[in-house]
């Protein structure tokens, strides 16, 4: 039986025969204990309806083996009721979940078919079948085209029309599409690249060029977009019209996914654009890497951004790899000049393990240089850091850079960058299984109800899962999905068998996980997240972590009957903005979060450390905790004895406050709401502009618990209790939650 949807063969397909089109062929399943095995049965994933041509070999082009796919080859890739015969056994029967019907250039039957001169035999009848789509592409062109030219508008139309015939062929396989079970899609090979292009395939990339058309602007050979910056790095202004050199390089890769005359010269121009952008003075600080955008200079910058080395020489990479054939003898030069100097900058850099998404990238840019460069240092030097980087994250679980939406992502598709771009065997088993490792995080995170991505996270730029990436996590899983993948440029690898369950359903009833995140010599310096959920809800938090404002160290989500589920998330903010020198310290059980404040002393404002003051001293007119709940309904009130619900339809999040201090002021607790927004904050401080040093400030003495409940639910009558012990640590006790025990003071861990 195939598990695999036609989607995900489909990426299958497309991977293969880019590694067969780049040199880098694996030939797998060719041996003899595949043979033997195979004498069983078999369960091929694609069938393959194909011209008889001895130059179109689907298992070659595809870089499959035996058993992988259900070929049926005649001249001229026609579909009479003996090659239907044959796909609607092998999709019936053999659950094959993909058909793919692959025309090809300067294909003989069609070139016959175009001159349609005389035929002996049986070859009138196939040139009959072929004659529609003839005359079709004859309609679309002028009198005088040349008869290859009609052929290749032919081959084509043929291709498209026997796609369509097969679509509804009752009873079987039209069937079979309408359940959703069989996907059928035309593919053309190229003679001359080895490439096969999927044209149904593309839409996601035709919509993400079309998109960008009225952005290009041919004065600088870039694409330009409104920017919105993190609030580091950049000095620009938000809504300053710029041109990103990352975003083009992305541009310039889709361009020539897309080949055409136009398009490539295009993506040539903008290449050598962000080429001419880079330092590629070994002496500077800044070498191999690129500023952010056209308009900064990285001298400009607050700072430079080392990782641009990394992002930047990856794409780099992928242009040498997959379209080289596509560059002038001059620009190939430079390409793989600039990815040289990207690569050597990221081996002089040197980061460590726990940098994850970084460390894996640029593992996978030195081994993809040391290859297409011929450089062996490189190679070496990618291999023992990507070796390094999955011991690491053995020893610790998983990625350091715990649990995020975005950089478990890129973790995620630097694998598969890995895997489409590295020849290397013992490179790209380590890619494999960490490829493996991802999607069993991703799997215990994943809540079905809500469709989120449950928390802590170390590091999220958004409260709600980006729509893209939850599809791709789908489509990946096999779970059937109306939409195609939108343009990606890094060809996605199907989710191991063993994760998919986990995004179809919950499972049982309740769920209660405890992930080692980062592990040190003791639980203070050792990271661990719970995460709790439901069929309706979940809420997840880690045991002690700064408060920047890509965390999410308190996050839950419940349902609303609506796409758009409740967030309920916990802050620390200066004068309305999140504050990063604050430190929560938590305990979780099932539905219930116990937290306490802290302050770090080496932490910045509203970046962990890019805009720390030199002195270590803010200017402050408001701080405050706070238990923000989003919603578009949402409600606070006061349920007495210091507990407030947070509300949105169906469920509730109880807050359970207690008495506490700020150094030598009082904590006073108190709601808000507006639209879409309730809360309740910890108010810290509240008057005018003075001077806030942790290392000065006097004990800090501030915690609450939440529980996350069913509106039909009663909230605990216990009431959260803190301690001075007297030894420079408050006790802090809640219910059923247990004890934390945390500094009074402001600490660095």
Not at 311 to 335: K, N, P, Y
């Amino acid at each position: 039986m195939n598990l695999l949807s036609g989607e995900q063969v489909l990426q299958e397909l497309i991977a293969g025969n880019r590694r067969y089109v780049a040199g880098r062929a694996t030939r797998p399943n060719q041996d003899p204990d595949t043979r033997q095995r195979l004498v069983q049965g078999q369960h091929p994933r694609a069938v393959i309806l194909t011209c008889a041509d001895s130059r179109v070999p689907p298992e070659i082009v595809f870089d499959c083996g035996l058993g992988e796919l259900f070929v049926v080859r005649v001249a001229g890739n026609i579909a009479d009721d003996t090659v239907i015969a044959s796909i609607e056994y092998a999709a019936r029967h053999l659950g094959v979940p993909l058909v793919v019907v692959m025309g090809h250039s300067h294909c003989g039957a069609v070139n016959a078919a175009v001159a349609a001169g005389s035929a002996e035999g049986h070859l009138p009848g196939l040139l009959q079948a072929i004659s529609p789509a003839v005359e079709r592409a004859r309609r679309l062109v002028d009198g005088g085209t040349p008869a290859g030219e009609v052929a290749e508008k032919a081959t084509r139309i043929h291709v498209a029309m026997v796609t369509e015939q097969l679509r509804h062929c009752e009873p079987v396989l039209s069937w079979l599409v309408q359940e959703s079970r069989l996907r059928i899609m035309g593919a053309l090979y190229h003679l001359e690249s080895g490439m096969v292009e999927f044209p149904e395939a593309k839409p996601g990339l035709e919509a993400y060029l079309e998109e960008r058309e009225s952005r290009y602007e041919p004065e600088v050979h870039m694409l330009g977009s409104t920017w919105h910056g993190p609030g580091y790095h950049s000095r620009v202004a938000d809504g300053t019209w710029v041109h990103p050199t990352r975003d083009n390089l992305d541009y310039a890769l889709a361009l020539l996914v897309a080949g055409g005359w136009e398009r490539e010269g295009r993506a040539r121009a903008v290449i050598q654009a962000v080429l001419d952008l880079q330092d590629t003075n070994p002496a500077h600080a800044t070498y191999g890497i690129w500023p952010w955008l056209l308009e900064e200079p990285l001298q400009d910058m607050a700072p430079p951004d080392w990782n641009w080395a990394d992002f930047c020489g990856a794409r780099l990479a992928q242009i040498l790899a997959d379209h080289q054939d596509q560059l002038t003898a001059e620009l190939c030069r430079a390409v793989q000049v600039s990815l040289g100097h990207a690569a050597w900058s990221i081996y002089r850099r040197n980061v460590g393990p726990e940098y994850t998404n970084i460390a894996i990238m640029g593992a996978g840019v030195t081994l993809a240089a040391g290859e297409l460069l011929g450089e062996p240092r490189l190679s070496e030097y990618g291999r023992a850091r990507l070796r390094r980087f999955a011991q690491h994250t053995r020893m610790h679980g998983g990625l350091n850079e715990y649990n995020s939406p975005t950089y478990t992502m890129v973790a995620l598709h630097e694998c598969e960058r890995i895997l489409q771009l590295v020849a290397d065997e013992d490179a790209r088993a380590i890619a494999e299984r960490l490829r493996g490792g991802i999607w069993d995080s991703i799997a215990a995170h994943y809540h079905p109800p809500t469709g989120q991505w449950a928390g802590p996270h170390s590091r999220a730029y958004k409260d709600l899962l980006d729509p893209c990436t939850r599809h791709e996590l789908l489509v990946g899983a096999g779970v059937p999905q109306e939409e195609t993948l939108p343009y990606a440029d890094v060809q996605h690898l199907p989710c191991p068998d063993n994760a998919a369950a986990a995004f179809r359903s919950l499972g049982p009833e309740e769920i209660e996980r405890h992930h080692a995140f980062v592990r040190g010599a003791t639980w203070n310096t050792s990271r661990w997240g719970v995460t709790w959920m439901n069929q309706t809800a979940c809420l997840g938090s880690i045991n002690h972590e700064d408060t920047w404002t890509q965390r999410r160290v308190l996050l839950g989500y419940w349902t609303l009957g609506t796409e758009v589920p409740a967030v309920l998330r916990l802050r620390f903010l200066r004068d309305g903005r999140d504050f990063a020198s604050g430190c929560v310290y938590q305990s979780q059980h099932r539905n219930r979060v116990l937290t306490a404040l802290g302050m770090r002393l080496d932490r910045g404002d509203f970046h962990v450390h890019l805009d720390r003051p030199a002195d270590g001293i803010f200017q402050a007119a408001d701080i405050r905790l706070r238990y923000e709940l989003t919603a578009p309904e949402a409600t606070v009130a006061d349920l007495g004895a210091a507990r407030y619900a947070l509300a949105a339809g169906a469920h509730r999040a109880v807050v359970h406050t207690a008495p506490g201090r700020f150094g030598d002021a009082p904590v006073r607790w108190e709601t808000g709401a507006e639209e879409g927004r309730a809360w309740v904050d910890a108010v810290c401080y509240s008057g005018a502009t003075h001077r806030l040093n942790p290392r000065t400030l006097a004990a800090v003495m501030v915690a609450a618990g939440v529980q996350l409940l069913g509106l039909d639910q009663a909230p605990s009558d216990m009431p959260v209790r803190l301690e001075d012990s007297g030894t420079g640590e408050v006790q802090v006790q809640w219910d059923k939650v247990g004890r934390l025990t945390v500094p009074l003071r402001a600490s660095t861990g």
